[in-house]
């Protein structure tokens, strides 16, 4: 893999435009999420080596260590099938060369389907590289990797998924960084769509490929390696069987969510061109071609008209209400807030989406 040179200034690289309309929702939503309460982590996942795991004495933080024992984790006691969900996480400080710490959903099973966050360690002064991989009925190889635009051992940062009958959409701090659309209907391509997964997190020796492809090991007089995640967020359906009525009625499988408008559409390809490192969609050699799902950004099942809008059947989709500018990262707004506070969010929440369609019907003229 050609590996970019990186930086963490972004002064030279800037984001796409928001619309005035999901500034202001925005605005409010992030207010509303200041005055949330930490989460009690201790109350959602079960914890495994605890030797090198440990929830910190307010029970809203969770260290997961790797030493040369072995790696540690952490597992959701709930299960999801559909939902919108964020965890703030803080990476290894220094010399994380040869680490991998995750954040994931997955089932379990020969045909499981996974949704991953990972992040490959580096050397002191080299950038951490962030993989995300998708698995649908057991079939993954879809490795796709970016360098990220701030360095993420110094604070947390917010790494969301939205997943709806859809789309899949991964996040970090609200910005866009990969879709992957429903299009089985016209490709074959399954999509996650039937299995319950869990939430979990780990770190791990990873040294045989994690970082120059395995040419860079772990430093073990650097362990214990700690990374630190907190603040976790899950508007989610639990039921199997209920899943499309409980989804279909949930905000973040509205029609303004069930695809990237062209605006976020942008966003994504102001990642891929500036900090996009590796894609499997343009690996030709590995896959004797490109995979049919890489066509698409958007899902099948919805109509568009040749200006790449939603047709009359559904609503024109705008600006995501949690995009902000990557050139000063903050808290992903709503995703970072307790479940606790979560009814005071869904007004906002409400109030943001009107936002949203009364920006629709002016520019359509209604």
């Not at 939430?199 to 970082?211: C, E, K, R, V």
Request: hydrophobic share 35%; charged share 15%.
């Amino acid at each position: 893999m050609n590996e970019k040179k990186q930086t963490f200034d972004s002064q030279s690289r800037t984001l796409p435009e928001v619309g005035l309309v999901t500034l202001l929702a925005a605005a409010i939503v992030i207010w509303s999420a200041n005055v949330a309460l930490g989460e009690d982590m201790s109350a959602l996942f079960a914890l495994s080596s605890p030797g090198r795991s440990t929830f910190t004495t307010d029970n809203q933080e969770v260290l997961l260590g790797l030493n040369q024992e072995g790696g540690s984790g952490l597992s959701s006691y709930s299960q999801y099938l559909f939902g919108y969900f964020n965890m703030r996480v803080k990476m290894i400080p220094g010399n994380s060369a040869g680490t991998v710490t995750t954040f994931y959903f997955t089932s379990f099973g020969d045909a499981h389907d996974e949704l991953d966050f990972e992040f490959l360690g580096n050397v002191t002064g080299q950038p951490i590289i962030l993989q995300t991989n998708i698995y649908a009925s057991g079939k993954g190889d879809r490795e796709q990797r970016i360098f990220l635009w701030f360095d993420p051992t110094l604070d947390f940062h917010n790494y969301t998924i939205l997943w709806n009958p859809q789309q899949v959409v991964f996040y970090v701090d609200g910005v866009p960084i990969r879709v992957y659309p429903n299009v089985e209907a016209a490709t074959g391509v399954p999509y996650l769509k039937s299995q319950l997964m869990y939430a979990m997190g780990t770190i791990w020796d990873g040294d045989s490929w994690a970082t120059e492809g395995g040419r860079v090991k772990i430093d073990w007089d650097n362990a214990p390696f700690i990374a630190s995640y907190r603040d976790y967020f899950a508007d989610a359906c639990t039921d199997n069987d209920a899943s499309t009525t409980c989804a279909m009625a949930k905000w973040w499988s509205q029609p303004q969510l069930q695809a990237l408008d062209d605006s976020l559409i942008g966003q994504l390809d102001w990642v891929k061109k500036n900090y996009m490192v590796y894609d499997y969609c343009n690996d030709y050699a590995r896959f004797n071609g490109t995979p049919p799902e890489c066509a698409y950004t958007r899902p099948t099942s919805i109509l568009y008209n040749t200006n790449s809008s939603l047709s009359s059947s559904a609503p024109s989709p705008t600006s995501s209400p949690f995009s902000v500018n990557p050139s000063s990262p903050g808290p992903s707004p709503v995703l970072s807030m307790s479940s606790r506070t979560l009814k005071y969010a869904q007004p906002i929440i409400l109030l943001s989406t009107s936002l949203i369609i009364l920006h629709i019907s002016m520019q359509a003229g209604f």
